[in-house]
């Protein structure tokens, strides 16, 4: 038995996005367009509102979601709210877009609603429509329940979260994303493949997770090497792909130990939520073969997982691919922990916080404190 959440529509393609002004119309003559720092990368979405004769606002999301922020902003829209919010940009404008359409037909403080610092209470009132556009193949946030924002007061990230938070529409075209500066798709390419990893590994997985988990697997870390060494066009439609799967996968299967830790780094450093998820994988994938017992379910699974890295990323023998991602990783570019800004006095507190995140009830074993702070030594 399983519940499956998932936008009304996914419209998946090179070309796709021209046609979000006239999906906007369906709902109505009022638009919220929020863009990321640049805001002339947002013209084109502008100038196609305009000739549907829509009505726009923008709202600038310069920086991870920020309880303040988000805060200030409701603060200066609350007075109009519009018919439909469209969010472009990466995982960070489209939750904080999530979390405006949220938000705003709700009258309670912002905190109130968020899980672990807050209240964790239910949205009374249902999200405005939204219609969200990916600019990196990384984060599915396009397709996920919750929007993830620092509360810099308790210097955590946290999620607010609801089934309908889930965007109305998905808009998947690589053509916003190819060409993004290597960092970024290093880390959003690691992410996605996180993503993808995390929910087959999952307690909570089910037989649409799995389904989705194992095709896009095997093809984001074939995808991965060519996404980031040659901006390959065909990579990138791969990972915008295994993108999305990972953020259907995760909003019904949820994740586990490195998302777990994420959250809690992010806002420990403020470091890239994927660049982080990158350094952390490996050291999770190998506390998992450590404590994986043979002729299980979960036994098979991360092998199979393995064997992908090993074919892909490794030198021959057993679980070098591991090794080999991790080396391949910090050769593009990569950071360790401390290099982000952790430092190893800090791992104690970091360990203690994270067994208590949402993302560790996936996780296939519980772990101990000693297996906390090994996973944060090895990604340092």
């Not at 960070?92 to 009258?107: E, G, Q, T, W």
């Not at 939204?130 to 996920?144: D, H, K, R, S």
Request: proline share 7%.
């Amino acid at each position: 038995m399983f519940s499956f959440f998932s936008p009304q529509a996914i419209h998946f393609g090179r070309g796709q996005s021209q046609q979000a002004a006239a999906l906007a119309a369906g709902f109505g003559g009022a638009v919220l367009v929020v863009h990321g720092a640049n805001a002339a990368r947002a013209d084109w979405l502008l100038k196609s509102c305009k000739a549907q004769g829509l009505t726009t606002t923008t709202q600038s999301c310069r920086n991870e979601p920020s309880l303040p922020d988000i805060e200030a902003a409701l603060a200066q829209l609350k007075g109009t709210p519009p018919d439909v919010v469209i969010a472009l940009g990466g995982g960070s404008v489209i939750d904080f877009a999530k979390a405006l359409a949220a938000l705003l037909p709700n009258d309670r403080p912002p905190l109130d609603y968020l899980e672990g610092v807050g209240g964790g209470l239910p949205l009374e009132q249902p999200p405005i429509p939204m219609i969200a556009l990916p600019t990196t193949a990384g984060t599915g946030a396009e397709v996920t329940k919750n929007a993830v924002i620092s509360v810099p007061e308790h210097a955590v990230k946290v999620s607010l979260r609801d089934p309908r938070m889930v965007p109305d529409i998905a808009i998947v075209d690589a053509d916003l994303m190819q060409g993004a500066p290597k960092n970024i798709t290093l880390a959003a390419g690691l992410d996605a493949i996180t993503q993808v990893i995390e929910p087959y590994l999952s307690v909570k997985s089910n037989p649409m997770t799995d389904a989705l988990c194992g095709a896009a697997i095997p093809a984001g870390i074939g995808a991965l090497r060519d996404l980031v060494e040659k901006d390959s066009p065909q990579a990138w439609d791969q990972m915008a792909w295994v993108s999305t799967c990972g953020g259907l996968a995760l909003a019904n299967a949820g994740l586990g130990a490195v998302h777990g830790f994420a959250g809690v780094i992010g806002g420990k450093t403020n470091a890239p939520h994927g660049e982080i998820c990158g350094a952390l994988l490996p050291a999770v994938l190998n506390s998992h073969l450590r404590q994986a017992k043979p002729q299980t379910e979960v036994y098979n699974r991360i092998h199979w997982v393995v064997g992908i890295l090993d074919t892909h990323f490794g030198t021959g023998y057993a679980g070098s691919g591991i090794v080999g991602l991790s080396g391949w990783s910090k050769a593009q570019g990569l950071r360790g922990l401390s290099d982000m800004g952790l430092s190893p006095r800090d791992h104690a507190q970091i360990a203690d916080a994270s067994a208590k995140a949402s993302s560790m009830k996936g996780n296939p074993f519980v772990l101990s404190k000693d297996d906390l702070l090994e996973i944060l030594q090895q990604a340092q």
